[in-house]
């Protein structure tokens, strides 16, 4: 991997996040706020990136062995994208945890993927959720998948709310300090404290995703309307 970078919005809220990444030496991109594809290429396009790996800032105990493994596949398989989010079904791509707990979504994809996906993508969703116009329109790119072997998606480390917060602080003070601790040991932990699960099991993990499902069709009534 040739460059780490966190591209955040340019709004002054950001700042302190874009300071804080300074500090440790990462490159910050800076870009729009809504037009979250538009950020991606652009921040692509800067760096001169052939090949884009994709992690949200909400998904803050990401796998390195799991990137590591999205990469071997997509290289080998010579994929325009990849990812472990997704599943085909009659199909069409849908939004799918392959047996990965929430919070572990690594998407893997070419920057000829990702500028035609900037070029052709419409939609509202397609705009603020950066690849989806690449699930949208299989026919136009070679997909690929990863799959876990095990199924442990009813555990929730994606965070979108207090309590998910308060969720991933008891994983991280689980561990000792500095020490890397990757998937396996953050599910032997859950096996060894399954009540854990309930702190925000009820909660719903895809409201903006929905959302912006909604605003497709609000775009889709306004172009009809023209």
């Known amino acids: 991997m040739d460059n780490l970078v966190i591209a955040t919005p340019k709004k002054t809220q950001d700042d302190q996040i874009a300071k804080l990444v300074d500090s440790y030496g990462v490159e910050v991109f ?55 989010t997704n599943k085909l079904e009659d199909d069409s791509w849908i ?3 392959n047996g990965f707990p929430l919070g572990f979504g690594v998407e893997v994809f070419s920057f000829d993927a990702l500028e035609k996906a900037w070029k052709n993508a419409k939609k509202p969703s397609e705009r603020e959720h950066v690849t989806q116009h690449i699930p949208n329109n299989p026919k136009m790119f070679k997909i690929g998948v990863i799959e876990n072997s095990d ?27 500095h020490e890397i601790f990757n998937l396996e040991k953050i599910i032997s932990f859950f096996e060894e404290n399954p009540h854990l699960k309930q702190i925000n099991s ?18 889709k009534k306004k172009k009809n309307n023209l």
């Open 95 to 97: 939004y799918h945890l």
């Open 151 to 177: 199924d442990f998606s009813d555990i929730h480390l994606s965070i979108d709310h207090k309590l998910d917060f308060n969720l991933i602080k008891i994983v991280i003070e689980h561990f000792p300090d």
């Open 202 to 219: 009820h909660i719903s993990f895809n409201e903006g995703y929905l959302k912006s499902l909604k605003e497709d069709k609000m775009f």
């Open 30 to 84: 800076r870009g729009s706020e809504n037009d979250v594809l538009d950020r991606y290429y652009q921040c692509a396009k800067n760096y001169n990136a052939d090949i884009i790996v994709r992690v949200t800032s909400d998904c803050p105990l990401i796998d390195p062995n799991l990137i590591d493994r999205c990469i071997m596949e997509f290289e080998k398989n010579e994929y325009d994208y990849i990812s472990n």
